[in-house]
């Protein structure tokens, strides 16, 4: 098996207040791929949205999911403070009913 | 950016029963390794935990976190059945009073 071994994993689901709209989730798309491409910190990406299979136990309710990591808590904290992070929230916020994240170090 | 391109995550969130026990710790932690070691599907992997300092914004209430990701949504549903995984259920079951699970494929 692959190790997958960053020292800081940061999650984050979002749940758009109109899921069904195209024109919102492009909105969504083309911020948060301009903040990724434009981040100096983040190690990978994942941008992810809910199969359409699930199962009984999983949460399938979010609308994206976003998978970034970095090489150090550090990494990640000055992630939060670039100027792409912050135009992506003012940019895209108005378009989320609900966030939430999970920050994770590894053991 | 190094980008990290898996087709489909599998995100989990643990609230273990007793987190401040080292002894349950252990066992999560050695039963979890195990399970991992021994998969034939997943295609990385990363174990965490809250990091001491967070910020307003995020749910650093649970216990352990853990990101798998898999070549497809077919090889995630292998992992689900494969004997590693229903032993590490078996085995750390007890452990946890709470688990979220969130599934994504990528977009």
Redesign the interface.
């Known amino acids: 098996?692959?190790?997958?071994?960053?020292n800081?994993?940061h999650?984050v689901?979002f749940w758009l207040k109109n899921p069904d709209s195209q024109e919102d989730r492009k909105a969504f798309?083309t911020s948060l791929g301009k903040f990724?491409?434009n981040?100096d910190f983040?190690?990978?990406?994942?941008?992810?949205?809910?199969?359409r299979?699930?199962?009984d136990?999983?949460?399938?309710s979010?609308t994206?999911?976003l998978?970034v990591?970095f090489e150090s808590?550090e990494a990640q904290k000055s992630y939060?403070d670039e100027a792409p992070h912050k135009l992506f929230i003012n940019e895209s916020e108005n378009l989320w009913s609900k966030?939430?994240?999970?920050?994770?170090?590894?053991?």
Chains 1, 2 share one sequence.
Do not use: W
């Open positions: 098996m692959k190790e997958f071994d960053p800081f994993a999650t689901y798309e990724l491409e981040s983040a190690k990978t990406k994942f941008i992810g949205a809910p199969p299979a699930s199962r136990v999983v949460d399938g979010f994206y999911s998978i990591t808590a939060q966030v939430i994240v999970y920050d994770s170090t590894s053991i």
